[in-house]
């Protein structure tokens, strides 16, 4: 089955996001079912926001974490889809890890941070849960650049070499003309 691509940079940042929060929120779900997590993540972000663990845990309170949750995910999908089309895609999976850790850690600072939070949990088991989350949502959001972004969004910087009689190679701009400096030219 061949999976559509987009070259759209923007849309695949949404894309990544939005398919990063499905598989984030299951993740997160199972973890606040299964006790490891004393909140669920959509509680925690809705506890910025509201006054009591009560409100946060009402659909309305419910809705409003799971939006900001997702809006979250979209701003890490699109700034790795930005991420991506500026490294290339060697080492996607690692990178993708270790940038949305950076990302969710930072976002759990913030979040835990403010003092009205009275939700946020204080344990360390809670919060490696949210960092395992944050994790996976790397991986998924990385899995989802590679395989739904064109490939043309991602070209390696490849140098550009005049086809000379002599041994001796000269770098030359795609027009032909020879740059000034003694340093290769490279096509974005």
């Known amino acids: ?19 990063t929060f499905v598989i984030q929120s ?9 006790g490891i997590s004393k909140r669920s993540y959509w509680t925690t ?3 910025v926001w509201v006054n009591s663990r009560r409100q946060a845990q009402k659909w309305d309170g419910q809705l409003l974490g799971g ?14 889809v930005w991420m991506f089309t500026q490294a290339g895609l060697n080492k996607w999976a690692i990178k993708g890890m270790v940038t949305a850790s950076a990302f969710g850690s930072a976002v759990n600072a913030l979040l835990s941070g403010f ?23 790397g991986l998924v959001a990385s899995w989802s650049i590679v395989t739904f972004g064109d490939k043309s969004l991602f070209n390696e910087r490849i140098p550009i070499i005049a086809k000379e009689e002599s041994p001796s190679v000269t770098p030359s701009y795609i027009d032909g003309s020879v740059p000034n400096e003694t340093y290769p030219t490279y096509m974005q």
């Open 67 to 80: 939006w900001m949750t997702f809006g979250l995910n979209v701003l890490n999908g699109i700034f790795m």
């Open 45 to 47: 972000a809705a506890g």
């Open 115 to 137: 003092d009205n939070n009275k939700v946020s949990p204080k344990d360390g088991t809670s919060n490696l849960s949210y960092a395992l989350t944050h994790i996976i949502s």
């Open 26 to 34: 299951l993740f997160d779900y199972t973890s606040a079912r299964q």
């Open 1 to 19: 089955m061949k999976l559509p691509k987009t070259k759209d940079r923007m849309l695949l940042g949404i894309l990544a996001g939005g398919i």
